[in-house]
């Protein structure tokens, strides 16, 4: 299977290429991000709709990481 | 019959402003509002507290409302943010211009100081490269602007003002008549808005349509309300249809966009060509906007009086007839000091500021 590098929260990672960033940040990380008010938070709908993965890409915040594939060389920061 | 010394129609920002400054001043006061409270002009409106330099009349009522404004810095639910405002120059035409803005707002004590070009950057690293650079106001202020008419209201109930939760049909000998065919007495003050021809139709008063869009969060991104130069074309000018760079950064690190300005369009509907349009003009100053999520759309409506003054005074020919509308884009910073204005010449009091440009018998239609 191909793999992209790509960096999650500082951490280097091989991840097969043509999966979703939330599928990503799943295979390394329990949550995906904290709420405004604190609380945990993960993928909801994996559609779009939700809004529960929202995280930080190549610099541009609030991207939905389930609707984003992997690139080589993709910046993530999952509370960003 | 429930008698008042005023019954104000109206619980927008400059109604409830209104209660507020007359109750306490010791007046007995109701207040008539079918809707929910600051839920007409007051709660599409951006909620930047600024002082426009253009018009001496103008500027002296928002110059002497922003003084006001300072008693409710701290009030929770106005989340008053002091972000400043920072005028951006595109050319040398209106970087030139800057000098004599400054002049004029220091001429009435408000401090605004020339930026560079490159102190424009170093201020907000996001605007679009080989602007010229621009005027900075650091007094001023953005608010939640529902927040204040309910903080307002909240003041005015707690020394007594009576609330009406009705619509005020027809202004009568004694006073006013509600919907439910029950009257009452007194004096009365119509803060109604876009909705004034329908108690007035004496004034003329026409609706100004505006966009505004709101972002996700991206805390930031930008530090000021930020305008262009131009605004002020867009805004005093007389054209059916404008758009103009006017973005706001909100405590909750979202981007409030605007603005917007239609004479042609009566229906709340939002238009994707104009939000196109503005987006545009916004995407010119800040590119950095092209790539982010809107959340919602919305639109209003801007009271607009007959010269873009509000009226502010007692009709001429009806003894017991005051009103306080018609402040366009701009009554959210002259709540407070159009609430003075007319409440103390009610008491027949000398006011603060001179209140000859807004009496309404400078517009009154000769029937």
Sequence with gaps: MTQVRIDINGQVLDVPAGISVAAAIARFRPSMRRSVSGQMRAPFCGMGICFECRVRIDGVAQQRACMTPVREGMQVITDG | MKSYDLIIVGAGIVGTACADYASEQGLRVAIVEPGPIGGGATAAAMGHLVAMDDDPAELALANYSLGLWEEFTHVEQIEYNRCGTLWVASSEAEYAHIPEKIARLAAVGAQAELIDSEQLYRLEPSLAPGLRGGMRVPREAVVYPPGMARHLLDRARARGVVL???????ITRQGVQLDDRTGLAGAVLVATGCALPQLLPQLPMRARKGHLVITDRYPGLIHHQLLELGYADSAHGDADSSVAFNVQPRPTGQI????????????????????????????????ALRQLDALRIWTGFRPVSADGLPYLGRLPDNAHVWVASGHEGLGITTSLGSARLVIDQYLGRATAIDSRPYDPARAVACV
């Design chain 2, 256 to 287: 409030l966009i605007g603005s917007s300005r239609e004479y042609s369009s009566n229906t709340p509907d939002v238009s994707m060509p104009t939000v196109r349009r503005m987006l545009e003009r916004t995407f010119r100053y800040l590119p």
């Design chain 2, 164 to 170: 009406y939760a009705q619509r005020a049909t027809a």
